[in-house]
């Protein structure tokens, strides 16, 4: 039902002279269904970690270079979309979505110093609550996402786009 949605969704707007974007999340089963040609998809190259997860970055690099590799059988315009920000995965098992701001203020708070993971290039810091209870911080600062567009974009891949932009530092040089 989808891929008729996708279908009948393209050509009314094609015919209106509106641009479609298709939204797919990393785990789309690209090798046992056929999308239609037309519209532009993009691929979600993050929640590797995240809600319902263990602890751990948004995406590194075998995870990006598997989506990349997914997306070759995407007929048309293939975009890639990175998300910032990142979670506080509790040991009592509430895992929150962080900006980078507010990642570095609870370091801050908590006298830690993040440490950058070198298969992610994301940073991470763990840190004791006043309740006892232990967490682990992984997010992306503008390093980061500038790593992770590097792997897109050596495998010839340019459009790329980001979301979730507010509570960043840096990301205005990011091109």
């Given at each position: ?8 969704l393209y ?30 998809y ?39 979309a ?94």
């Open positions: 039902l989808f891929i008729e949605f996708i279908k009948r050509e009314i707007t094609n015919k209106d002279d509106i641009y479609l974007r298709v939204v797919l999340e990393p785990n789309v089963p690209l090798d046992k269904i056929k999308l239609p040609k037309g519209p532009e993009v691929i979600m190259c993050y929640n590797l970690y995240g809600y319902r997860t263990e602890p751990g970055p948004k995406a590194d690099k075998e995870f990006i270079d598997k989506l990349i590799e997914k997306t070759n059988l995407l007929p048309g315009e293939i975009s890639f990175l998300a910032t920000g990142g979670f506080d995965f509790g040991d009592n098992g509430t895992i929150v979505a962080l900006t980078e701001r507010e990642a570095l203020e609870l370091a801050r708070m908590h006298d830690k110093s993040p440490i950058m993971d070198r298969k992610s290039n994301a940073l991470f810091f763990n840190y004791v609550d006043n309740q006892k209870i232990e967490h682990k911080v992984w997010y992306a600062n503008g390093r980061t996402i500038e790593y992770w567009i590097d792997v897109i974009k050596q495998s010839g891949n340019n459009n790329i786009s980001l979301w979730k932009i507010g509570g960043n530092i840096n990301l205005e040089n990011i091109i």
